[in-house]
């Protein structure tokens, strides 16, 4: 029975009927508690019992809320990037959310495809896109209400298509005796559905062993489908082969068009028109050994301002992108096509040519450069006062590495560091131990991740795997890069410019509870119903440092965060426990950062190459294109370590490496190797010939007998099969594992997979 609506307190269903009309009416506004006060003229003392609905509504899971926005539950945004997945009777395309937690949300939702009138028999007409089966796209999405039961719940209509149906398949070619040929899918998934068969006057210039794209033809009535040899990528043992498969599994362009090559080209360096001159003031590039640009300098000063006793004024110093490649040029096409630059071992693929990267960008050492600068005003205790944004010329004094400057600040300077030591180096650290403190004050979440770094020999093949130390010299640089990020969305909002933000959500409700049931299997409570900040994470990581619950729960923990994105929304960064954030610094590398560029020339009339006038509906696909190509780089960068790793294990078979488990499920393990990070997998059938019962809460295999195997654990294991072209390995248990507490009572023990004797 709906409640009735008095003037004051709106009931449940206003509040969601308020936000379905919204969302329908403005698309992409954001609606917060504010709003929906504002709305029923909710006021003073009511707004509280406000608040109290809208978190039973949250709790209920009847809307989700993030940060200070809210929405119904498990609603698309108004654009999403989708998967055109099929057609319905009357052939239409059907289309699913590439994002979509259905343990959290249940069942993704369809959307049908309109075609509109741009479309007629398949044939574009007008300047609509036309998509179809297996294409990836963004889509402007609405609820459909005249929908049936059974029928899409929502429409939608092409914006913008983002990679055509995989008909071509990447693999390696093997030759015949008879001169025809197969090919070996590289693609995990694709692997697993058989070889593709070649005719010989279909192979081209192909050779044995070649990584070669081919399109697959059709199905024949007996044997294996037949491909097409379309591109040959010569030798899949060459030092490149294994990022190409990377670039062409993921269709990450890595070849500029001729055009953006040429403008890039045309390209003079900037002068002095509309800038201030700011090549006196001794910045620093600080930047890993190997660095290839650098889009980022540094300065310290004390403040001696009277109102700011033993306070800094902190100056970070970013590369112009923005005043060499313009909205809507060649150059501006391929960076937002690419969306940020991808780097794998042996190569990088950048967002922008080398010209503009390396050369005409990138802040080189005693050479004069356009740059973005942010002066910052810090209190003694990090806490930032003020900030400016000018457009300067530049000139960096000196190219350091971290190491170079830590060494410098720990009493060993050299030759470059030396004379730079006491008026540079010394004033940021000590600005640096300001931010520190109110970094502390602050308490992002602070998991133990190192991070692991492949180093290859001189003929490409993998040599070993790496854990850099961490140093204050790059906690330095991620202060004062974040604290420019932090001006840089405060001023555009202060401007009201639109913006792409970076957000991180706070972790969904489902995770919390999953956590809290973890945690309690090894005795740490988590109070129900509190509202987690990070700083209520990090107490839990601190109570089990150097405990042998330690892993487990840095692992856990990351595991239950949401994922960042970029979203001309803003709620906020969970991770770094800011209100508001915005990716500034790298725009060589980073398109959002461009964009952030772009709009502070705007919002601040700083010249050329300022934001054009748009939408909020296309700043929202940008943002939903540049999150995907993010993600895509990651795979990416994620699958070339494997292949390359596995590579090196091939000829291994049968020895013995020190392991963590990283995942547990129903059928086994998956594990990653301590030395190398590589990552394989342990089928439960290999286990033993116990029955394994598997049990979500503690994440671990455990038999009738109380054996148990569980995430984080520290086990042996034996390499049993490699596939160096899938990047993927199979290992059996050879040691480790915990004889555990087997289950209360042996009647609800759920039989997992059967174990038995490996086949080696």
Known sequence: MTTKKTPQQPSREDILAFLQREREATGARKIGVREIARAFGVKGEDRVALKRMIATLADEGAIEKRGRRVNKKGALPPVVLVDITGRDRDGELIATPVEWDEDELGPAPRILIRSGRGVAFGKKLSGEPVGGVGDRALVRAEPDHDAEAGEPPYTGRVVKLLSRARNRVLGVLKIEPNGNGRILPIDKKQAGRGELSVASADIGEGKDGDLVSVDVAGKTRFGAPRARVRETLGSVTSEKAVSLIALRAHDIPDVFRPEAISEAERAKPATMHGREDWRDLALVTIDPPDAKDHDDAVHAAPDLAPDNDGGFILTVAIADVAHYV?????????????????????????????????????????????????????????????????????????????????????????????????????????????????????????????????????????????????????????????????????????????????????????????????????????AKGQVLKPEHFNVILARVKGLEHENIVNEIILRTQAQA????????????????????????????????????????????????????????????????????????????????????????????????????????????????????????????????????????????????????????????????????LRFEVVGGGERRTPPRNPKSFKPGPRGGRSKR
């Open 565 to 728: 994105e970029y979203t001309h929304e803003n709620y906020g960064h969970f991770g770094l426990n800011l209100r508001r954030y915005a990716h500034f610094t790298s725009p060589i590398r980073r398109y959002a950062d461009l964009i952030v560029h772009r709009a502070l020339v705007r919002a601040l009339k700083l010249g050329d190459g300022a934001l054009p006038e748009m939408p909020v509906g296309e700043l929202a696909e940008i943002a939903a294109r540049i999150s995907a190509a993010e993600r895509r780089a990651m795979a990416a960068e994620r699958e070339t370590v494997d292949r390359l790793i596995a590579h090196y294990l091939a000829d291994q078979l049968g020895a013995r490496f020190g392991a963590r488990i990283s995942g547990v499920t129903k059928s086994g393990l998956f594990v990653r190797l301590i030395e190398t990070g590589a990552d394989g997998f342990v089928p439960a059938a290999t286990l033993g010939r116990e029955y394994y019962s598997y049990d979500e809460a503690s994440h671990s295999l455990t038999s009738r007998s109380g054996m148990s195997y569980r995430l984080a654990d520290i086990i042996e294991v034996r390499l049993v099969e490699a596939a160096p072209i899938a990047g993927a």
């Open 326 to 526: 313009k909205p809507h040029s060649p150059l501006d096409k391929d960076a937002v096509e690419r969306g940020n630059s991808v780097y794998f071992p042996d190569r990088v693929v950048p967002m922008l040519p080398e010209r503009i990267s390396n050369d005409l960008c990138s802040l080189r050492e005693n050479e004069d450069r356009p740059a973005m600068a942010v002066r910052m005003r810090v209190t003694s205790k990090g806490r930032k006062i003020g900030h400016s944004f000018h457009r300067v010329m530049m000139r960096s004094r000196a190219k350091l590495s971290y190491q170079q400057a830590q060494a410098a600040i720990d009493g060993a300077p050299d030759q470059k560091t030396k004379p730079l030591l006491e008026n540079v180096l010394r004033p940021l650290y000590a600005a640096h131990e300001a931010l520190q403190h109110a970094r502390n004050l602050r308490a992002p979440l602070d998991l133990d991740l190192p991070e692991r770094k492949i180093l290859l020999k001189p003929d490409g093949g993998f040599d070993r795997v790496v854990i850099p130390p961490r140093l204050d010299a790059h906690r330095l640089i991620e202060e004062f890069m974040i604290l420019a990020n932090v001006a840089a969305a405060e001023t555009l909002e202060e401007h009201r410019q639109q913006l792409i933000y970076r957000a991180h959500d706070e972790p969904s409700k489902e995770k919390v509870t999953a956590l809290g049931e973890f945690l309690a299997t090894i005795g740490v409570k988590l």
